[in-house]
Nanobody
Framework: QDQLTESGGGLVQAGESLRLSCEAS????????MGWFRQVPGKEREFVAA??????????ADSVKGRFIISRDNTDAKNTVYLQMNSLKPEDAAVYYC?????????????????WGQGTQVFVSS
């Protein structure tokens, strides 16, 4: 069974940066697209970014384009996907989750394959 563990959240001021990590215990990690989502109370979980299994292609939500960068490490020792978040805004505050899919477009459309982890909380003060 897939297991996803997010970390790296915290409290920052607007304009600062954070780097989130997602460690994936997924048997086919290197052949899956990976993505980040976020959710605030009372709202649906929304797509943030996705990266192809090779790492050569990425998709971003318009709200984070130019500020966030998704990357991944497919080595045996570190099945990890990262989200570098720069120029953070108060509206970026949310619980951030990662998940997998067959390709980046499925992630963009919310068609995920893995069980959701606990997420990591990001707070951004103005």
């Amino acid at each position: 069974q897939d297991q996803l563990t997010e970390s790296g959240g915290g409290l920052v001021q607007a304009g600062e940066s954070l780097r989130l990590s997602c460690e994936a215990s997924v048997r086919t990690f290197s052949s899956r697209a990976m993505g980040w989502f976020r959710q605030v109370p009372g709202k649906e979980r929304e797509f943030v970014a996705a990266i192809s299994w090779t790492g050569g292609f990425a998709l971003y939500a318009d709200s984070v384009k130019g500020r966030f960068i998704i990357s991944r490490d497919n080595t045996d020792a570190k099945n990890t996907v990262y989200l570098q978040m720069n120029s953070l805004k108060p509206e970026d505050a949310a619980v951030y989750y990662c998940n997998t899919a067959r390709d980046t477009r499925e992630l963009r459309d919310g068609q995920t394959l893995s069980t959701w982890g606990q997420g990591t909380q990001v707070f951004v003060s103005s």
